[in-house]
T-cell receptor, first 113, second 114 residues
Framework: DTGVSQNPRHKITKRGQNVTFRCDPI?????LYWYRQTLGQGPEFLTY????????KSRLLSDRFSAERPKGSFSTLEIQRTEQGDSAMYLC???????????FGEGSWLTVV | GESVGLHLPTLSVQEGDNSIINCAYSNSASDYFIWYKQESGKGPQFIID?????DKRQGQRVTVLLNKTVKHLSLQIAATQPGDSAVYFCAVRAASGGSYIPTFGRGTSLIVHP
């Protein structure tokens, strides 16, 4: 399978704990995006990388969120001190350059209890 | 910034009918438009896209129409099948500041009755 891969697919955590999600983009894609989606809403942009450089962050990305793409390949999204409002599906996507079609992974569901 | 909206939150059709899902956008600088299909519990799946230098593009059973004058696009699905039941999102991109990040609407839930 050469699509965008995300794991874990589901994560249940207690409030206050830290969680980390991993994304493996399509191999030749240099752009990687993180989105968040809550029930009944469309995906909302969080941040994106061009190779290893994080070029833009949304205002949705609070200080408790950090994303990395250390070697320009896979990326991680960490949420520290989780809150119930962080419960959502976290979507990763990738594209070949800024004009390329953006393909999404299957998402990582986070439930904070 | 860009705002993207779909005209109907839910669309119910009979199997075999044609479906039309509409989307409006606000930024006249938008130049790339994408439709995604999202099934329950899954990530958005690319269906078809269109650039602003075109007003129509066809795929397999799907057609996207773009009207830049009124900032409106539509997705037409021919001979709708039960497997088409899903939430459909339009996403709109403009190269403002060079980031080219797509903005999504809220989605239209398509329900196909057998």
């Amino acid at each position: 399978d050469t699509g965008v891969s995300q794991n874990p697919r589901h994560k249940i955590t207690k409030r206050g704990q830290n969680v980390t999600f991993r994304c493996d983009p399509i191999s030749e894609h240099n752009r990687l995006y993180w989105y968040r989606q809550t029930l009944g809403q469309g995906p909302e942009f969080l941040t994106y990388f061009q190779n290893e450089a994080q070029l833009e962050k949304s205002r949705l990305l609070s200080d408790r969120f950090s994303a990395e793409r250390p070697k320009g390949s896979f990326s991680t999204l960490e949420i520290q001190r989780t809150e119930q409002g962080d419960s959502a599906m976290y979507l990763c996507a990738s594209s070949e350059g800024q004009g390329g079609t953006i393909y999404f992974g299957e998402g990582s569901w986070l439930t904070v209890v | 910034g860009e705002s993207v909206g779909l005209h109907l939150p839910t669309l119910s059709v009979q199997e075999g009918d044609n479906s039309i899902i509409n989307c409006a956008y606000s930024n006249s600088a938008s130049d790339y438009f994408i439709w995604y299909k999202q099934e329950s519990g899954k990530g958005p799946q690319f269906i078809i896209d269109i650039r602003s230098n075109m007003d129509k593009r066809q795929g397999q059973r799907v057609t996207v129409l773009l009207n830049k004058t009124v900032k409106h696009l539509s997705l037409q699905i021919a001979a709708t099948q039960p497997g088409d039941s899903a939430v459909y999102f339009c996403a709109v991109r403009a190269a403002s500041g060079g980031s080219y990040i797509p903005t999504f609407g809220r989605g239209t839930s398509l329900i196909v009755h057998p």
